[in-house]
């Protein structure tokens, strides 16, 4: 009978993995079939941003270059940025198992990732099976680990933090509570050193203390919690025993005191920043990015539901049953306190904090299965019919979750760069000296350190200092001039030397003149070469990077030019009929939208790999301009329309236009629209 009963929580895991392995490895179908689409020489592209920070700095460690708490000399430059104090332990591992296996890190990522995921699924049942809540333990691990967020955000080739965070939220609490329920002093001592454990991987793979500070404060409201109801209920102050105090001292211990007092710095810090800073603008009232990032932004109630349980009913019900638990089995519950209060910062923002919120919601749905067990108990005459009752109340669990969160099973885990673009930073390294300091947009910082082994002014993890705005500013001012001025002056004076104009009492407006005019470049000069370069992605992107580039100090708003990139088919030799629907007539100077809706063009210009001819509208007061550009494929054009007050802007001008003033830019490289490398004269 023991042997039977360890094996049901072993069923219970077995059953979670799998799910959430099949939810995820369901997408390499798609991926070996059209290789062309998710590989770039023979290696699969990452599905996020971060993992070419973690790739990178894994290679790094492997070539020796890696300096913990050194300067990076790829990042953020020219005031660089810092390796962290340690190599992180997912760039360890992944780099070591690259090696060990002869194959490159996304390749490992590929498989690996996955299988970390559904880890959490194994702390999560054994905890709730010794506190003998069984489907509240099941909940937490099947909602957990097929989450839609939690799918997207751990599936193949996505070498991120994210499943050793979610596994050290459940695993910590799990080996606390096994550690002061053991009957014997030796299970509680061998716990504690799995608690050691816990605690020191969360903090080298994740670099946030403040996290270990959380959870090292729930566990000490779960020892402490017997005492307070003793205090209440006698109604007299009495000292904590001796063993309760030597209890706390052996938990603070295995917590480890240096990362405790390194967690309080970091928590405060956090606290600030998301309490304060979210979507204002940053020190002297630069923009402030963070608008513009997808996962940041605040989700609707239902998309909540949605990525988190599968609906909104089974959200209230989560929600509902987690104030049960709370009530039925408090002291469980404080240990997962700090779990429930992230997965509710979602509520405010951040999407990626939802996945902290679905195994939460999960237990909250478990306990009404486990409430219906403890009835349905007393009625079994023996073990056989109660085991066999158990069995079909799982089955009907699992059915349960597998159709609420049936959307994780058609996910797709798409790389977040296509071949293309992962070509062409591979291509930027070929080209550009080993020194080269690459100019453009913050996005791929990451990708271009790590595909291109060159060093960028910004990245994932250093895009809100105002040098990100001179960026914008540089691709979405119309003089050239000015253009190359900021990004020289940028060179010789970065986040450093802004701050410290802004202590002397310079405005931004001001900074933005010195910048413009080049007069900073008066006493100092670049000591690296500088790369523009320009992506397909970015097209896209300049949406937020024109309203960026145009924010108005006064007004602490920027102007968004939208650039679109129409299907366009010739339907007279002044006639063109694009997405199906848009009527562009040349002759006129404008198109039709519908029948009756006229939109005057300011300006039309043809592209040709020999010339550009711009044909202006005098009689347009407003309007748009409509270009068609040749591209590498022969005989092939791509067709733009964008609001007039783009069209001279430097984006336009360099990228699309493909026209630049020579005393400023070298044409190093082109392959229109995949990319086109400029050297900054």
């Known amino acids: 009978m023991k042997f039977l009963r360890w094996s049901i929580p072993l069923l219970l895991i077995v059953i979670s993995t799998t799910l959430g392995l099949w939810s995820r490895y369901q997408a390499l179908n798609v991926w070996n079939s ?61 780099v070591e198992l690259a090696s060990l296996f002869d194959t490159h890190i996304e390749n490992v990522a590929l498989w690996l990732i996955p299988i ?31 989450s839609l967020i939690y799918v997207v955000r751990t599936g193949i080739a996505r070498l991120d933090t994210d499943s050793l965070v979610l596994f050290s939220m459940f695993a910590l609490p799990f080996a606390v509570y096994y550690a002061f329920n053991s009957k014997s002093k030796r299970a509680k001592y ?18 946030h203390p403040g996290l270990n500070l959380v959870l090292w404060g729930s566990s000490v409201l779960f020892l402490l919690t017997p005492w307070f109801l003793n205090l209440l209920k006698e109604k007299a102050f009495k000292k904590p025993s001796r063993e309760l105090l030597l209890d706390l001292g052996l938990l603070t211990l295995a917590f480890n005191p240096v990362i405790l ?103 909250g749905i478990g306990i009404f299965v486990d409430l219906l067990w403890e009835r349905l108990k007393p009625f079994f005459q023996n073990w056989k019919v109660e085991f066999a ?16 969160e049936k959307p994780s099973f058609r996910v797709v885990s798409r790389p977040i760069m296509s071949p293309s673009i992962a070509e062409a930073f591979i291509e930027l390294g070929r080209q550009t000296p080993k020194n080269a300091w690459i100019w453009t947009w913050w996005d791929y910082g990451y990708a271009i350190q790590y595909y291109a082994h060159r060093a960028t002014f910004h990245d994932g993890g250093s895009q809100f200092s105002p040098k990100t705005y001179f960026v914008a500013l540089s691709f979405s001012t119309s003089n050239q001039t000015a253009a190359v001025n900021i990004t020289k002056s940028v060179s010789v004076c970065g986040a450093k030397c802004i701050e410290k104009l802004l202590k002397k009492g310079y405005k931004p407006d001001q900074i933005k003149e010195l910048f413009e005019s080049g007069k ?16 397909r992605d970015l097209i896209g992107k ?50 039709m939208v519908g029948r009756n809706r006229a939109i005057p063009l300011k300006v039309f210009a043809f592209r040709t790999p020999q010339k550009l001819d ?61 990319y086109l490398f400029y050297k900054v004269r």
């Open 542 to 591: 300049y949406y937020w990077i024109s309203y960026f580039g145009t924010w108005n100090f006064k007004t602490l708003k920027g102007e968004h030019i939208p650039i679109s990139a129409l299907a366009c088919a010739s339907k007279s030799p002044t006639m063109l009929v694009c997405n199906n629907r848009i009527l562009v007539d040349l002759s006129k100077m404008h198109l």
């Open 520 to 535: 900073l470049l008066k006493e100092k000069k670049p000591t690296h070469p500088v790369y523009w370069v320009f992506t």
């Open 34 to 94: 059209h290789k062309e689409f998710f590989y770039v020489e023979n290696r699969p592209i990452f599905t996020a941003y971060d993992s070419y920070y973690f790739a990178r700095l894994g290679l790094d460690f492997k070539e020796g270059i890696f300096k913990p708490g050194g300067e990076d000399k790829y990042r953020f430059v020219p005031d660089y940025g810092k390796y962290p104090q340690a190599i992180p332990f997912y760039s360890w591992l992944f």
């Open 190 to 207: 061998l716990f504690l050193l799995l608690v050691a454990l816990f605690s020191t991987l969360f903090y080298w793979g994740y670099f």
């Open 261 to 363: 007092i390194f967690g309080i710095i970091s928590l405060l810090w956090r606290l600030y920043s998301y309490l304060f800073h979210f979507e204002k603008p940053i020190e002297g009232n630069f923009p402030n990015v963070q608008i513009s990032i997808s996962e940041l932004q605040k989700l609707s109630l239902d998309q909540i539901a949605h990525i988190t349980v599968g609906n909104k009913f089974a959200l209230f019900i989560g929600f509902i049953g987690l104030a049960i638990f709370a009530v039925l089995r408090f002291r469980v519950f404080i240990l997962l306190l700090p779990t429930l209060l992230i997965g509710l910062l979602s509520l405010k923002g951040a999407s990626r904090f939802a996945m902290f919120l679905a195994p939460m919601l999960g237990i």
């Open 614 to 674: 711009i044909n202006q509208n005098p009689y347009a007061i407003y309007g748009y301009a409509f270009e068609g550009v040749y591209t590498y494929l022969k005989d092939i054009y791509m067709w733009f329309i964008l609001p007039y007050q783009g069209f001279n802007k430097t984006f336009n001008q360099l990228y699309i236009l493909r026209t630049y003033s020579e005393k400023y830019f070298e044409k190093v490289k082109e392959r229109f629209p995949d």
């Open 389 to 404: 009752t158990f069995g079909g109340l799982v089955a009907l669990f699992t059915l349960l979750v597998y159709l609420l």
């Open 116 to 146: 970390l995921a559904v880890l959490v699924a194994v702390p999560t049942v054994l905890l709730f099976w010794k506190a003998d809540l069984p489907f509240v333990g099941f909940g937490g691990a099947l909602f957990g680990v097929l």
